[in-house]
């Protein structure tokens, strides 16, 4: 994913249908599921993408073609990467707490069922918290504020809107919690807690209640303080 995000297409609205074929190789080869660019088998991984910092700036609600929904790689025209674990860990790689997928909805234009997207809805069932960011000047990098406006996380944004500076109301959804060890035999270090959260924000939808975009990816370690304790279903475009 990461070298195909750097290529430059002709037209960025083929970005499905030129990566289809391997795709389909992929699934007959491993009988996995095709969601919009991500799979369902590595689900909780797929979400965790971000565009570096070091590219360009592209402006929320620019217009644009519609390349798939927001929780995909596809949604943006920038490089993007994946958070990548290198310290292995002595815990589960997901725990219970972690994001679940419920159902999808894909509609494809056209028969390629790995190509173009005209429409594409999830249902997860994951902990949600209303939350708040700030976005740094010049920069995709925000910070992330909780219900009672202390920093308790930081974040990177799909997109930059027109405002730095302002702190804009939005929402986490809780996508996995990683707990690994900076290990070095001589200099033994406690376990490190983070948990990586979708950004979103509300949208009306009439196919689904309680609707919402993402718009960046956070970061946290403090998760026992800032999250709700029940799962709730949650509408992703």
């Not at 919009?36 to 909780?44: H, K, M, Q, R, T």
């Not at 025209?77 to 002595?90: G, K, S």
């Not at 689904?208 to 799962?231: D, H, M, S, Y």
Request: proline share 5%.
């Amino acid at each position: 994913m990461a070298e195909y995000t750097r290529c430059r297409l002709t037209f960025p609205s083929d970005k499905l249908p030129a990566l289809s074929g391997l795709a389909s190789i992929f699934k007959r080869n491993t009988g996995y599921t095709y969601l919009a660019g991500l799979w369902e088998e590595d689900f909780i991984n797929g979400l965790l993408w971000f565009a570096p910092m070091e590219q360009g700036q592209p402006v929320e609600g620019s217009v644009y073609t519609y390349r798939g929904p927001s929780w995909s790689w596809v949604s943006t025209d920038l490089a993007v990467r994946n958070m990548i674990f290198t310290i292995q860990n002595e815990f589960p790689a997901h725990s219970m707490s972690d994001i679940e997928l419920v159902n999808s909805y894909v509609k494809h234009i056209g028969p390629n069922s790995m190509g173009k997207i005209a429409r594409a809805i999830i249902t997860v069932q994951a902990y949600m918290q209303r939350l708040s960011y700030k976005r740094e000047d010049g920069t995709r990098r925000c910070s992330i504020f909780d219900i009672n406006g202390q920093l308790c996380g930081n974040g990177i944004l799909d997109a930059t809107d027109d405002e730095t500076g302002v702190r804009k109301e939005c929402a986490g959804i809780w996508v996995t919690e990683r707990r690994f060890k900076m290990y070095d035999p001589e200099v033994p270090v406690p376990a490190t807690y983070i948990l990586y959260f979708l950004i979103v924000v509300p949208v009306p939808d009439t196919m689904t209640e309680n609707c919402w975009r993402r718009i960046g990816l956070g970061w946290t370690p403090r998760w026992q303080v800032i999250f709700a304790f029940e799962k709730s279903n949650i509408g992703l475009v």
